[in-house]
């Protein structure tokens, strides 16, 4: 039983904004407080003692594990050499320079130059300023729409909340903004004509893509954002074929690509980028929760060489370009990066993240093949998703009101596995830290099964 009553769960209540919580209720104490006070590999405890195996890392974050010292002294380290200077107008630190080379030396080969916020959310706000300037650099002042998808993340900003293709994001915000348009999910489990295979349903995407662009005029439309694998809008890797039919239609469009790789960037995959896995041709990268594994916050844009060189033009031709944030390439974030990194190498994080998540979705495929409410497993690396229906067979869906997600997720965090109840479905999402062994992953399946016996019967 977690305490609600002191003077910490008081102070809380009183000052705390918490993101994504139904502020009146936590308010009024009607959902409690949990104090995270330490965590080590992939378990964390809080103030009362209870530990839990976090299958989530954090928000699919803490990709190398908890309680890494190796991080903790080089941020520690760096603090005490020098905890910040600014990166504006040509400075740097060893750290931020360093980790810029590390993050180039593992980016798709055409990748250029990488710049640096702290969130997901700035990076994306950066690519699209950066998109719009390099139009009117070349000319096209008319290039400036985004084509997102329904049900990608891509933050929650004015601009990058509107990318995003979630409801929750937009309902009451004003959101999504004019210069934002979006095109169908890959998201074939939701598919409306049940026949089709996934090739005839990429082939669908790809149309209503094209039709879109035919809609809007192709020279209106600077880019085209999109997440590897879907994350927040249920964790659906793509069907077979979609990501080269979308670059060829982007390609004879003249539309730029963004690879959102916040979530699949650096190793969630089993491969470095999501962008080799699938083999895209991004214009720019976002970076984000794998750089540091949340250690520190930390972002990056990573710009192409086709954009760098007319980035460069536009500064010949304008004078320093007016971008900038105040934290850029913070020292103490960067010394984070540069510690995780090497140790994602040296422990061979990703090949754990690839074969153990390959065990992960297989024991809980199995576990589940049979289940009547269980309509799909899904996933790819160290993500996995499990979608549930009130009736598998005729696909039908349960009543959203009745909130299974969420009262299945309850159910694990009591018997002390921590699984995400993601948005618009009753969905169950896993993505553990890259260091989970195969023990581990059967007590995630298990607690799984229980739960969800426990809810549904």
């Known amino acids: 039983m977690l305490r609600n009553d002191d ?67 080089a941020i520690s380290e760096q603090a005490h050499a020098l905890a910040y200077y600014h990166s504006y107008v040509g400075h740097g630190t060893e750290a931020s320079i360093t980790l810029a080379k590390m993050i180039m030396d593992r980016a798709p080969a055409h990748m250029s130059k990488v710049y640096f916020g702290l969130s997901g959310s700035d990076a994306n706000e950066t690519n699209v300023k950066l998109i719009w300037y390099y139009n009117n650099i070349l000319g096209r002042p008319e ?75 192709a020279d209106t439309i600077a880019a085209f954002v999109g997440e590897p694998v879907l994350g927040t809008g249920g964790i659906v890797p793509p069907p077979a074929g979609y990501w080269p039919a979308i670059q060829a239609v982007l390609d004879k469009h003249d539309i730029l690509l963004v690879a959102d790789e916040v979530v699949t960037g650096f190793g969630r995959l089993g491969s470095m980028f999501g962008s080799d896995h699938y083999g895209m041709k991004p214009d720019f990268i976002t970076i984000a929760k794998g750089l540091t594994s949340a250690y520190a916050p930390l972002s990056g844009s990573i710009v192409s060489d086709k954009v760098w060189k007319v980035l460069e033009q536009g500064t010949d031709e304008n004078g320093p370009i007016g971008h900038g944030w105040t934290y850029s390439a913070h020292p103490i974030c960067a010394a984070a990066g540069v510690a995780n990194l090497k140790l994602i190498d040296d422990l061979k994080l990703i090949e754990n993240a690839k074969t153990v998540g390959a065990y992960l979705n297989k024991t809980m495929t199995e576990a589940f093949a049979d289940h009547p409410n269980v309509g799909e497993v899904r996933g790819e690396g160290l993500l996995c998703a499990v979608e549930f229906a009130e009736d598998k067979d005729a696909h039908v869906l349960f009543d959203p009101s009745r909130k299974i997600g969420p009262q299945i997720s309850a159910a694990m965090a009591e018997a002390g596995v921590i699984a995400r109840a993601m948005p618009q479905g009753d969905i169950l999402g896993f993505a553990p830290p890259f260091c989970i062994t195969k023990d581990e992953v059967d007590t995630v399946v298990a607690t799984t099964v229980g739960a969800v016996k426990t809810v549904l019967g």
């Open 7 to 73: 003077d910490l769960a008081q102070w809380d209540r009183d000052n705390f904004f918490h993101p994504s919580t139904h502020l009146a209720q936590h308010a009024r104490g009607e959902s409690p407080t949990r104090i995270i006070t330490g965590a080590s590999g992939v378990h964390i405890h809080d103030r009362d003692g209870v530990k839990m195996l976090d299958a989530f890392a954090g928000l699919y974050c803490v990709n190398a594990g908890y309680g890494r010292t190796e991080v903790a002294d």
């Open 143 to 217: 290039k400036k729409k985004i084509i997102s998808r329904w049900r990608g993340y891509h933050g929650s900003g004015l601009m990058t909340g509107s990318l995003t293709g979630l409801s929750l994001f937009h309902n009451k915000f004003d959101l999504p903004l004019s210069n934002v348009i979006h095109t169908d999910a890959p998201y074939y489990f939701r598919r409306d004509n049940r026949d089709q295979t996934e090739a005839q349903f990429t082939a669908q995407c790809v149309a209503a893509l094209e039709a879109l662009i035919a809609r809007e005029g």
